[in-house]
């Protein structure tokens, strides 16, 4: 099983060391040592902890649907024209970029700084894994 040295845990949940350091210390993570001695997180402690924080980001809307990809974050940039719009939206560690109609921007009232929730449906997503097949 793979195993995360702490400031790779960080950068893979999207938050400092001492973040990690601290849900260690708290007990809401499981760490170990690696055979140098470093401190280290097991791959599957580490997803199982990602997928219990990303449970913890509530969706505002309160609205059923099939979709399972639901991003909740802030607006943080929108750029229009006459017809087509771009709106970025940062949620946690990641940024999702959506484009849609202009008149769908002013309908939802979204600018900078205004909550939102991206949902993604998609009929197909690629999984890569670093270094190649293994």
């Known amino acids: 099983m793979p195993q995360f040295r702490f400031s790779e845990a960080a950068r893979l949940l999207g938050?400092?060391?001492d973040t990690v350091r601290r849900w260690v210390r708290a007990g809401q993570l499981a760490a170990g040592e690696d055979a140098a001695g470093r401190k280290v997180v097991d791959?599957?402690?580490?997803?199982?902890?990602?997928?219990?924080?990303?449970?913890?980001?509530?969706?505002?809307?309160?609205?059923?649907?099939?979709?399972?990809?639901?991003?909740?974050?802030?607006?943080t940039d929108v750029v229009t024209d006459?017809?087509?719009?771009?709106?970025?939206?940062?949620c946690g560690p990641h940024?999702?970029?959506?484009?849609?109609?202009?008149e769908a921007v002013h309908?939802?009232?979204?600018?900078?700084?205004?909550l939102a929730v991206a949902v993604v449906k998609a009929t197909q997503v690629i999984v890569e894994t670093p270094g190649g097949s293994r």
Do not use: H, I, Y
């Not at 580490?46 to 059923?64: I, N």
């Not at 006459?82 to 940062?90: S, Y």
């Open 43 to 75: 791959g599957a402690e580490l997803a199982a902890f990602a997928r219990r924080q990303a449970e913890e980001s509530p969706d505002p809307s309160e609205v059923g649907r099939s979709a399972r990809n639901r991003f909740v974050g802030l607006v």
């Open 107 to 114: 309908e939802l009232g979204l600018r900078p700084g205004v």
């Open 95 to 102: 940024r999702v970029v959506s484009l849609m109609s202009t």
């Open 15 to 17: 938050v400092s060391d």
């Open 82 to 90: 006459a017809v087509m719009a771009k709106v970025e939206l940062q």
